[in-house]
């Protein structure tokens, strides 16, 4: 969840708000939680371990409902290194420009070449 996470705050947030979104994000990971443990903690001795997550879904289902119907975010459009794109596009009113970098397998090999990248990957696994 992580990753997508992270894309997404850097499609949807300008750079000075991105990392405090991520911060208010990770906070919550932490205190859902420690909520959600603590209500199973208290009803399932009372109503069957099964209940705590039969309840745990249903905020799950609602949001994957809403999701389905937001619109996807314009690659990019959050990125200073890309404003000029933006700016140039809605100045001639032209179709919708879009950010099509992709990684293949020869950037990953440039992009592990770097020790620190690679570390970085090692310890995340």
């Known amino acids: 969840m992580a990753p997508l996470t992270s894309s997404l705050a850097g499609d949807l947030f300008p750079v000075e708000r991105r990392l405090a979104m991520l911060a208010v994000w990770a906070g919550m990971l932490g205190a859902g939680g420690l909520v ?11 109503i069957g371990w099964r209940w705590p997550f039969i309840i745990a879904a249903v905020p799950s289902l609602i949001a994957a409902v809403l999701v389905a119907f937001l619109n996807e975010p314009q690659r990019g459009r959050c990125e200073e290194a890309l404003q000029d794109k933006f700016e140039e596009e809605e100045a001639a009113q032209k179709e919708h420009w879009t950010y099509t970098e992709r990684i293949n397998c020869k950037k990953m090999r440039a992009i592990f070449r770097i020790r620190t990248n690679l570390l970085g990957f090692v310890q995340g696994a």
């Not at 959600?36 to 009372?46: E, F, K, R």
Request: proline share 9%.
């Open 36 to 46: 959600g443990q603590t209500i199973a903690g208290w009803i399932s001795p009372v």
